[in-house]
């Protein structure tokens, strides 16, 4: 497995891992095992490692992605083709078509939001709405790093069904529980006058009930690949039935996206949001991403009704100070604060990474976000 030379290849520490995820992705479309488990093992992999160039990442990643001795051949094609290419895009092999392209040359934002081919938003993926208990279950319950892409279509449909009977459901609690409040007596007695001073109905006093506001922080990152595509669409279903919803994308910069979110076809939406986000799949730095936003927006959409919703998996690649910092800031500012992590969804997941380890102490609620079923229990967070 001969290397390049040096120059041929810019050797970026903040995209490697998106790259990973990404080539993680394209040996999974080939045949090899690459869902979630061995992707964090490769990323781990790397990480131990401090890979320098693309000779020894070719001989770890090997390591990982390969079980058999046909899969250790097959991955010196697949290695080649994704990594040895001058404009650094994974080449389609010429004896298997392959959708999982991570370039440039197609943009790593339209490949993030389903854009580039096999989009759910074309007119051909119109099909018809997803029928039967056991479908609905399956939808809900598969985890989006194994999701196919013609499951795309269905779940966002059932994301956006699902999201509006959650905003019902709680627009009915709040109504049942304004029932309950004191008995305005002065009321109640003009009112029993025509009826000759018979307290037939009572006259409540009712209080303003304040709706809870939502700010969702969304990890766009490379290690965020593979989940990204489905937070994003479920972040779209929310804005379509809560009104007060505001969404910040993030990985080493902060993109308000709340406005593109609010257009009318989920298709004009991920259109726009592939030209306002610049850094999909590019290095994580949560901390610092959370700082830009306390101080640009904090004042402005953080308040004692707010439940503020951070989606990332917590591979921050800051000084974890920073980040217990800027938590600590939003944490005052707000009612609550939900810290939802994909990797959650794996039965050995254990939150060791330095970001996620020091940030737990600041959140109210740390919980999963890897399918669809997990995502609406934030129900019972607001």
């Known amino acids: 497995m001969e290397d390049l030379k040096p120059n041929a290849w810019a050797w970026q520490p903040d995209r490697l891992a998106g790259k990973i995820v990404a080539f993680c992705r394209f040996v ?3 045949g090899l095992s690459g869902g979630m488990q061995r992707t964090l093992a490769a990323l781990e992999a790397a990480k131990l490692l401090g890979i320098t160039d693309r000779q020894t990442l070719g001989f770890a990643l090997r390591a990982v992605l390969c079980s058999s001795s046909e899969e250790w051949q097959t991955f010196e094609h697949l290695y080649r083709a994704f990594w040895f290419s001058q404009d650094d895009a994974a080449h389609t092999m010429a004896s298997k078509p392959v959708n999982a392209t991570s370039g440039r040359a197609r943009g790593d934002s339209l490949v993030l939001v389903g854009l580039d081919h096999g989009n759910a938003s074309s007119p051909r993926s119109e099909g018809k709405m997803v029928s039967g208990a056991s479908s609905q279950q399956r939808l809900k319950t598969v985890d989006f790093s194994e999701a196919q892409k013609t499951d795309l279509a269905d779940l966002e449909r059932l994301a956006l069904r699902l999201s509006h009977q959650m905003s019902a459901r709680l ?7 304004d029932l309950g409040n004191h008995v305005d007596l002065r009321r109640s007695i003009r009112r029993s006058i025509s009826r000759g001073g018979d307290l037939i109905s009572l006259a409540f006093q009712h209080r303003k009930v304040q709706k809870k506001k939502l700010v969702i922080f969304l990890d766009i990152s490379g290690s965020m690949n593979l989940y990204s595509l489905y937070l994003v669409r479920f972040a779209y279903a929310l804005h379509k039935h809560f009104k007060r919803v505001h969404t910040f994308l993030f990985s080493t910069g902060v993109v308000d996206v709340s406005d593109v979110l609010r257009a009318r076809s989920l298709a004009d939406a991920l259109r726009k949001l592939s030209q306002r986000a610049t850094e ?15 101080r640009a927006h904090g004042r402005r959409v953080l308040t004692r009704n707010t439940v503020f919703v951070i989606l990332s998996d917590g591979w921050d690649t800051g000084a974890p ?8 800031t939003t944490r005052q500012r707000v009612q609550k604060l939900v810290w939802l992590n994909p990797l959650l969804g794996l039965k050995k997941y254990q939150p060791i990474t330095r970001g996620m380890s020091a940030a737990l102490r600041y959140v109210d609620v740390f919980a999963s976000a890897h399918n669809l079923e997990s995502l609406l229990a934030l129900e019972t967070y607001l």
């Open 171 to 177: 627009s009915r609690r709040l109504k049942i529980e």
């Open 280 to 294: 999909w799949s590019s290095g994580t730095r949560i901390g610092g991403s959370l700082r830009q936003f306390n």
């Open 321 to 328: 100070e920073l980040l217990t910092a800027e938590l600590q």
């Open 28 to 30: 999974r479309s080939n």
